[in-house]
């Protein structure tokens, strides 16, 4: 029982992380398109893009279905 109860609060603290990441890859892109409006391109822009979308590929990984239907941070769960 217990850990079934740890396992649904690891989820909900997987799902916190990954809005917060998300949130984290839309500002990054803000921020890079204010600097590039405002100095034009340089290697801090281009920094700032790169890592939103390593941001985006990491939470898109985790949540995309397996051709079997589950969510990679469910799997855990569902082999149990």
Same mark, same amino acid.
């Given at each position: 029982m217990f850990l079934v109860?740890?396992?649904?609060?690891?989820? !909900?603290?997987?799902? %916190?992380?990954l809005s917060i990441v998300t949130l984290a890859a &839309?500002? &990054?892109i803000g921020g890079a398109i204010y600097l %590039?409006? !405002?100095q034009g391109w340089?290697?801090?822009?281009g920094l700032m893009l790169l890592l939103a979308a390593v941001m985006i590929a990491n939470v898109l990984v985790w949540t995309i279905p397996t051709p079997?239907?589950?969510e990679p941070m469910e799997r855990p769960a569902a082999e149990r």
């Open positions: 109860g740890a396992i649904g609060a690891i989820s !909900r603290a997987m799902d %916190w992380v &839309l500002v &990054l %590039w409006r !405002r340089g290697k801090q822009v079997r239907g589950a």
